[in-house]
């Protein structure tokens, strides 16, 4: 999604490329279960922002909610890391994180702050780029753990180090709201797993019987979510908070976030399972998530604040269907190549104006000359 290099058949230092020039590539360097899993996650994320409205009144809804939730952001922030193994300090890699994270980031901060004083009518609300609103915690974060990235290739245990630090986060009130700092710590597992993560570790998880016991897996979540809809909160999911602000006692987080790693880890594998390997109709798609991604959040909480979801007949099963039909269409229509070329000054920006000329190239460039 946001941000992560285009996936490629091969474990190569071109992994890291911009995702423009990548698309530019024979489509055949792709690897397409990447992209169907970029493309189905971004579909579920939308699906699940348009269920929060109903969850207030439907069960079913909620319990649906807490599955998805348990998995779509951990898949995605996985996929990220296992693309960012190449990541190194090297010129090349530094301009295109501040060109396809860090400018995106601010742009949108700034554009969604400004849409909710105006949408909302909430002039109070600060445009700041320390407190990241709404969908942009996600691009803050995987600034931060791309440019942790090359420690976690020099430490013994990486993944249990990880988990210790989102286990003691979940635990410390104090950390604040800057940078969204709880979140990312707290999903800071999964992007460090994506990085130890091998090929083979994909090819384990498409295995036939995988796929086959992923769904009783997914049939007992669905059940365990529907019991425990009316008797927890569905904010554990967001990782946004320490179990103190929660409401729980400070041991609370820890078994809290052991148990959520563990569920997310093993649905995120289910998910994996049930991708499609060969090329699809939204393949394609994939290579736009970044755009479906920042731009749903506009039309989700548009909808929030001009009452789209205040009928009533949308909190009827059929309702609720049509709404998740209606935002599986909308998210793709926005990761499509012409909403990428509409978008790409501030997605993509090439900004060559803003860096220095590596010296190697200037070397070539007068050779030729």
């Not at 130890?196 to 086959?212: A, N, S, T, W, Y």
């Amino acid at each position: 999604m946001s941000g992560m290099p285009s996936p490629r058949t091969r474990d190569t230092p071109q992994a890291n490329t911009a995702p423009a020039a990548s698309q530019a590539r024979p489509a055949k360097q792709r690897d397409a279960f990447f992209d169907n899993a970029k493309y189905l996650a971004i579909v579920l994320v939308a699906m699940g922002h348009t269920w929060e409205p109903l969850t207030d009144h439907s069960r079913t809804a909620e319990a649906l909610y807490m599955v998805v939730y348990a998995f779509h952001m951990p898949a995605f922030i996985l996929i990220s890391g296992y693309f960012s193994r190449s990541f190194d300090m090297r010129a090349d890699r530094l301009q295109r994180l501040v060109t396809g994270i860090a400018v995106p980031y601010i742009l949108f901060e700034a554009a969604y702050s400004v849409f909710k004083k105006v949408a909302d009518d909430d002039p109070g609300h600060p445009v700041s780029l320390l407190d990241p609103w709404y969908l942009t915690w996600f691009l803050i974060a995987l600034f931060v753990w791309r440019l942790t990235t090359p420690l976690w290739k020099v430490v013994r245990w990486p993944v249990p180090l990880a988990l210790a630090i989102a286990v003691l986060a979940s635990v410390s009130p104090d950390i604040g709201d800057d940078l969204d700092l709880q979140r990312v710590l707290q999903f800071l597992p999964f992007f460090v797993i994506g990085l130890c993560m091998k090929p083979e570790h994909f090819q384990l998880m498409r295995r036939r019987e995988v796929r086959i016991l992923s769904v009783p897996v997914f049939a007992a979540a669905l059940v365990v979510a529907y019991w425990a809809a009316p008797r927890m909160t569905s904010a554990w999911f967001y990782h946004r908070d320490s179990a103190q602000e929660l409401g729980t006692p400070w041991w609370a987080g820890v078994v809290m976030t052991l148990a959520l790693f563990g569920c997310s880890m093993v649905l995120t594998a289910c998910f994996f399972s049930w991708v499609p390997r060969r090329k699809m109709w939204f393949t394609v798609l994939g290579a736009g998530t970044l755009y479906g991604y920042l731009l749903h959040g506009f039309l989700v909480k548009g909808g929030r604040f001009w009452g789209w979801f205040d009928y009533t007949w949308l909190h009827e099963p059929l309702g609720e269907i049509f709404v998740t039909l209606v935002a599986a269409a909308v998210v793709t229509l926005l990761c499509t190549p012409p909403v990428q070329r509409m978008f790409r000054f501030a997605m993509e920006p090439k900004m060559e104006w803003a860096f220095k000329r590596d010296a190697a190239e200037l070397a070539r460039e007068r050779a030729k000359s």
